[in-house]
């Protein structure tokens, strides 16, 4: 798959969209709380990982950090508006699921390598309940190609804004995110060393989700 859809986020627009359209709209309609904001390394390499229940958990974790994140996001996003616009002002890239998709791949190291700190949903798509359940090596394998670190972060209480079925968002839901420690770069890209680091991701994630509000 080309990403001719993708051409790469606006660091400035960035800024502009999270501080005038999705802070304030956060802090007035879902309360937000951001726990470990301290935690985000604001220069070098760096992968966000991250539970899954909403289309808006990109816009809600890149909203969190201190500097510019770029997220991989479904196909079928691109093509819905106002959604695609302002997920492609996020830096956000394509990528097709179901498919070993070696483009999406090549785009994430290619925005870490130009600076962006580079978001990936741990298990690939959304989960009701918030949890990571069957989480993919795909993260782990660009973490050992970049040498980039883990930045684990939970997402709680988005499932309630977006179910899956529903046409619009929920409002006055409660969100909380907390983000936790670095984890450092596995060693190698062997499957049993990539399977160690991505269960290690997991389990840090769910336990920062089991602490709720």
């Given amino acids: 798959m080309e990403n001719d859809k993708n051409k790469g986020g606006n660091p400035i627009f960035y800024k502009m969209f999270k501080?005038?359209?999705?802070?304030?709209?956060?802090?007035?309609?879902?309360?937000?709380?951001?726990?470990?904001?301290?935690?985000?390394?604001?220069?070098?390499?760096?992968?966000?990982?991250?539970?899954?229940?909403?289309?808006?958990?990109?816009?809600?974790?890149?909203?969190?950090m201190g500097r510019p994140v770029a997220f991989m996001a479904k196909e079928e996003l691109f093509e819905v508006p106002v959604?695609?616009?302002?997920?492609q002002a996020f830096g956000a890239y394509p990528v097709k699921r179901g498919a070993g998709d070696r483009a999406a791949?090549?785009?994430?190291?290619?925005?870490?390598n130009k600076g962006w700190a580079t978001g990936i949903f741990l298990q690939g798509t959304r989960t009701p309940d918030g949890r990571v359940t069957?989480?993919?090596?795909?993260?782990?394998?660009?973490?050992?190609?970049t040498k980039a670190p883990f930045l684990p972060i939970s997402i709680w209480g988005t499932e309630t804004i977006f179910p899956k079925g529903s046409k619009f968002?929920?409002?006055?839901q409660p969100v909380t995110v907390r983000i936790g420690q670095i984890i450092p770069a596995p060693e190698s890209s062997d499957r049993a060393t990539l399977e160690a680091f991505t269960k290690k991701c997991a389990d840090e994630i769910n336990a920062l989700h089991a602490l709720g509000r």
């Avoid at 390394?41 to 816009?59: K, R």
């Avoid at 959604?83 to 997920?87: E, K, P, V």
């Avoid at 968002?169 to 006055?172: A, E, I, R, S």
Wanted: a neutral charge.
């Fill in 83 to 87: 959604i695609s616009q302002a997920i």
């Fill in 105 to 112: 791949i090549r785009s994430a190291i290619d925005s870490i």
């Fill in 169 to 172: 968002p929920k409002l006055f």
């Fill in 19 to 64: 501080w005038t359209v999705v802070r304030p709209l956060l802090f007035l309609f879902y309360q937000e709380r951001i726990h470990g904001a301290e935690n985000v390394p604001l220069t070098g390499n760096l992968i966000v990982v991250s539970n899954h229940a909403s289309d808006f958990d990109p816009l809600i974790v890149g909203s969190c």
């Fill in 134 to 145: 069957e989480p993919k090596l795909g993260a782990a394998m660009i973490a050992a190609k």
